[in-house]
C-alpha cells in the first residue's frame, strides 16, 4: 500500500503543479507588459511589482510541490495566489447584470476550479507531500522536518 501511495501522491502533485508552472513559463513570463497591463485595468497597484511576485509564487510553489521539498510551503504559497487571482479576476458577483449569461457562466466556472485548486492546496498544507517526497526522505533521514513536517 506505502507505494501505491507514493506513486499516487507524486503523481498528484505533479499534476497539480502543471497547471501553476505552465501559467507562469507559458504565459505570464512571456507576455508580462500585456499581463502586467491587464491586472492594472482590474485595479490592482503596481501591477508589475504584484505580476513578479506571482510568478515567484507559481514558480516556486510549483517546484515544491514536484520535488516535494518543502511542499507545505509550496502548497501555501499557491494558496495565496489562488486566493488573490480568484478575488481579482472571477468576482462574479460584482458582474454588472447586463452582462452575458454566458460570461456570468465562465466566471462562476473558473471560481469553483479555483475553489477546488485551494482545496487541493489546503490538503497538502494539512498533510504534506507523501512518502516519495523529499521531506518525507529528510524525515526518515533523521534530518529535520518543517514543523512536524509529516510523510
Request: aromatic share 10%; charged share 10%.
Amino acid at each position: 500500500m506505502h507505494v501505491i501511495q507514493g506513486f499516487l501522491t507524486l503523481v498528484a502533485r505533479l499534476a497539480i503543479a502543471a497547471i501553476f508552472l505552465s501559467s507562469a513559463v507559458m504565459n505570464k513570463i512571456p507576455q508580462f507588459n500585456a499581463v502586467a497591463e491587464m491586472m492594472d485595468s482590474k485595479g490592482i497597484p503596481q501591477a508589475k511589482i504584484m505580476l513578479a511576485g506571482a510568478i515567484a509564487f507559481l514558480i516556486l510553489g510549483s517546484l515544491s510541490l514536484i520535488l516535494g521539498f518543502w511542499a507545505r510551503g509550496g502548497a501555501f504559497l499557491l494558496l495565496v495566489f489562488l486566493a488573490a487571482a480568484t478575488y481579482y479576476f472571477h468576482a462574479f458577483w460584482q458582474i454588472p447584470a447586463d452582462t452575458p449569461p454566458e460570461t456570468l457562466q465562465a466566471e462562476r466556472i473558473a471560481f469553483m476550479k479555483n475553489l477546488a485548486l485551494m482545496g487541493g492546496m489546503l490538503f497538502i498544507v494539512a498533510n504534506g507531500g507523501g512518502p516519495w517526497s523529499m521531506d518525507a526522505r529528510r524525515q526518515a533521514a533523521g534530518q529535520g522536518s518543517d514543523a512536524g513536517e509529516e510523510a
